[in-house]
C-alpha cells in the first residue's frame, strides 16, 4: 500500500482501509431480490414512464444469480484506501501516488447516484500515463473521496453535508490531512458542484479545476436577451425542468420518506438508479452500449450494503432550501470543461462565463454522457492531462 506523504504525523490522521462486506449481508440481498413484488407495465412503448420492468427482471435476476460482488470489492480493493476523520466524520478516499518525474495532486470527486466505483478505469489513466502511450510528465497522483454521506463516507445517524461543506471538507482533506498545499481538482454532477465550489471558496489552494458538468443556475429568467445558442440552451432547460427533474424534488423535499423505499427493497433501489443510467449515459436507449451491468450493479450494490441511500439525498434538499452554492463570477481560478454530448445540459460558453472567468479549455466531445469517468475514461483523462499541463507548478 502507498504511504501517506509529506508527514509522519498526517499519515497518523488516516488509517488504511479495505472493504469487506459480511457474507450475511449479501445472502439478505439475495433473498430480498429472490422476493421481489414488480408492478405491472404500463402501456406504451417500454420507458416511456421510468424504468422498463421487463429490464429490471432480467437485471434483478442477474444480480441475484450471476453477479459476483466479492469480484467488484477485490477491484476496488486494489487501489490504496483510507479513512480519516474530517468536520465529524470518517471520511473515505482513494489515495494513489502518481509514477513520473513529478506528480500533480488531484482531487475526483464524483456525485449521484455515482461513486468511487466510477473511477476504477480512469485512475490508472491518470497517476502512471505512460503504461497507456502516455507522457510520465503528465501524472498525477489521485486522491478520490466518497463525498460525505455516500458510500463509505456515511454512518447512520451522521451528519449530512450540503455542497458548501463537502468542498470544505475535501479541501481540508487535500491541506489539513494529506499536506498538498495547492493541488488541481475535477468532478462531474455533484462533484462538478463541490470543484466549483472549491474554485470560489478554496481558490488560494487551487492551481485549477476541470469540470464534466457545468454548476450554473438553471433558471430560465436569467438570459432576458437570448442569443440563438442561448434560445435553444433554453428550450433544452424548459424539457429539462418539465420532464428530468422529477427525482430532484423529491429527493430535495421529502427524502427520509422516499428512503423507506430504496432502503427497503434492492429492486426499488436499483429501479430508482437505473433509470438515470440509461438517461443519463450515451447508450442509445441500451445501457449497455455505455456502461457494464457489472460495473452498474457495483455502484448499485455499494448504495445497497452501505444503506447510505437516504443520506446522499441531502444536497439536493440543501441545494433546493439554500442560495446557489456559486455567487455570479465567483469561480476565479483556471477552469476547463469537457462537455460530453448526452449530459443532462449542455449551456453555452456565454452562461458558463457568468459564473467561470477565466475558462482557459473548452472541449466539445465526440462520444459520451453524463457518467464521463465511467463510460469514457480515455477521453476524460485525456483531457485532464491537457487542461493541467500549462498550470503544474
Not at 462486506?21 to 439478505?28: G, I, K, R
Not at 427482471?57 to 477485490?74: G, I, K, M, P
Request: glycine share 8%.
Amino acid at each position: 500500500m502507498a504511504a501517506l506523504p509529506h508527514s509522519a504525523s498526517r499519515a497518523m490522521a488516516a488509517t488504511p482501509f479495505k472493504l469487506h462486506v459480511p457474507d450475511d449481508v449479501l445472502a439478505d440481498l439475495r433473498s430480498r431480490l429472490a422476493r421481489t413484488r414488480f408492478p405491472d407495465q404500463a402501456p406504451d412503448e417500454p420507458w416511456a414512464y421510468g424504468t422498463d420492468v421487463a429490464y429490471l427482471r432480467d437485471l434483478v435476476e442477474y444480480w441475484r444469480t450471476r453477479f459476483d460482488w466479492r469480484e467488484q470489492e477485490a477491484r476496488l480493493n486494489a487501489f490504496p484506501q483510507f479513512k480519516a476523520p474530517v468536520d465529524g466524520i470518517d471520511l473515505h478516499f482513494l489515495h494513489i501516488e502518481g509514477k513520473g518525474p513529478a506528480p500533480c495532486p488531484l482531487l475526483l470527486s464524483h456525485g449521484w447516484p455515482g461513486s468511487v466505483f466510477e473511477f476504477l478505469e480512469i485512475i490508472p489513466r491518470l497517476t502512471d500515463p505512460a503504461r497507456f502511450g502516455g507522457d510520465p510528465a503528465d501524472a498525477f497522483t489521485v486522491v478520490a473521496p466518497s463525498l460525505p454521506g455516500y458510500g463509505l463516507s456515511f454512518a447512520p445517524g451522521q451528519q449530512r453535508f450540503g455542497l458548501e461543506r463537502m468542498a470544505d471538507a475535501f479541501a481540508h482533506l487535500m491541506t489539513e490531512v494529506l499536506g498538498y498545499q495547492r493541488f488541481a481538482a475535477q468532478g462531474g454532477d455533484w462533484g462538478a458542484f463541490v470543484t466549483s465550489r472549491m474554485g470560489h471558496a478554496h481558490a488560494d489552494k487551487l492551481i485549477g479545476i476541470h469540470v464534466n458538468l457545468l454548476a450554473v443556475p438553471r433558471d430560465p429568467k436569467m438570459m432576458e436577451n437570448p442569443t440563438p445558442e442561448e434560445a435553444k440552451f433554453l428550450q433544452e432547460l424548459a424539457v429539462f425542468l418539465k420532464e428530468e427533474t422529477g427525482y430532484q424534488w423529491i429527493q430535495g423535499t421529502r427524502p427520509q420518506t422516499l428512503a423507506f423505499g430504496l432502503t427497503d427493497s434492492p429492486a426499488g433501489l436499483a429501479a430508482w438508479i437505473v433509470e438515470k443510467f440509461r438517461a443519463w449515459s450515451d447508450c442509445k436507449g441500451r445501457i449497455e452500449n455505455a456502461i457494464s451491468r457489472d460495473d452498474m450493479l457495483a455502484d448499485i450494490t455499494l448504495y445497497w450494503v452501505t444503506g447510505a441511500i437516504g443520506s446522499t439525498f441531502w444536497p439536493y434538499y440543501a441545494r433546493m432550501h439554500g442560495p446557489w452554492p456559486i455567487p455570479p463570477r465567483g469561480v476565479n481560478v483556471p477552469m476547463g470543461y469537457a462537455q460530453f454530448p448526452t449530459e443532462i445540459l449542455r449551456p453555452p460558453r456565454s452562461v458558463a462565463e457568468r459564473m467561470y472567468t477565466d475558462i482557459r479549455r473548452w472541449t466539445v466531445m465526440p462520444k459520451g454522457g453524463h457518467f464521463a469517468a465511467l463510460e469514457q475514461p480515455e477521453a476524460l483523462a485525456h483531457e485532464i492531462r491537457e487542461f493541467f499541463r500549462p498550470l503544474r507548478p
